[in-house]
Nanobody, 120 residues
């Protein structure tokens, strides 16, 4: 059974930073493309970032490009999302996803989410 457990959310002032982590189990992590998505209140869940398993190539949404960095540590079965220069519009529940399709961004597995709040 696949488990994805996010951590690192919290309250931060605009302009600040947070680092999210996601510990994966029950899958071959080193062969799984991982990703982060987020959902703000009243909005649909949206793609944030993806990292491939083969060469750790990355992809970002335009709204976070240049501010967020996704990375992975295969030895720890963990994917990270470093979030800098946070804006109030970055607030929401952040979800970790596994087996994220390169083109459609459909994901096979999801974590429970971690809340990020950005105060202005």
């Amino acid at each position: 059974q696949v488990h994805l457990v996010e951590a690192g959310g919290g309250l931060v002032q605009a302009g600040g930073s947070l680092r999210l982590s996601c510990l994966a189990s029950g899958l071959t992590f080193s062969r799984s493309a991982m990703g982060w998505f987020r959902q703000a209140p009243g909005k649909e869940r949206e793609f944030v970032a993806r990292i491939s398993w083969s060469d750790s190539s990355t992809r970002y949404s335009d709204s976070v490009k240049g501010r967020f960095t996704i990375s992975r540590d295969n030895a720890k079965n963990t994917v990270y999302l470093q979030m800098n220069s946070l804006k109030p519009e970055d607030a929401g529940i952040y979800y970790c996803a596994a087996n994220v399709h390169a083109t459609t961004l459909e994901s096979a597995y999801w974590g429970q989410g971690t809340q990020v709040t950005v105060s202005s």
